[in-house]
């Protein structure tokens, strides 16, 4: 019976989708396995105008001012913009993140891991 149902599946099954499951399968457990990685080394990069200007483990509790009105604050390794001089303060609404960048880009800044 188990082998009447295996032949039945090879039947509907191609070459390809076996690859192509074998595919989906192993970039799933890289992509699980790079998602469940939370390191206490992990580091925020701070750029402005294109200029790298801190790199600072997301492990410290710690406000950055990055220039005049503008500042990036660390709490629980996470990051966010606190404070910005750009118009509709998108990089602030943003709020708080641990795995997406920040962007500012009237003031082009830049937070990311």
Excluded at 15 to 21: E, K, P
Excluded at 39 to 58: D, T
Excluded at 83 to 92: A, F
Excluded at 93 to 110: A, R, Y
């Amino acid at each position: 019976m188990i082998k009447k149902k295996l032949l039945n599946i090879k039947k509907v099954l191609t070459t390809a989708d076996v690859v192509l499951v074998v595919v989906l399968l192993v970039l799933s457990l890289f992509l699980f396995y790079k998602i469940g990685k939370k390191s206490s080394q992990q580091e925020v990069e701070i750029y402005f105008h294109n200029q790298l200007i801190k790199k600072v483990p997301l492990s410290q509790n710690r406000e950055i001012k990055i220039s005049d009105g503008i500042i990036a604050e660390i709490r629980n390794g996470k990051v966010r913009m606190k404070k910005s001089t750009c118009k509709h303060q998108y990089c602030v609404k943003q709020g708080w993140t641990d795995s997406f960048p920040i962007i500012c880009v009237p003031n082009e800044i830049l937070c990311s891991q």
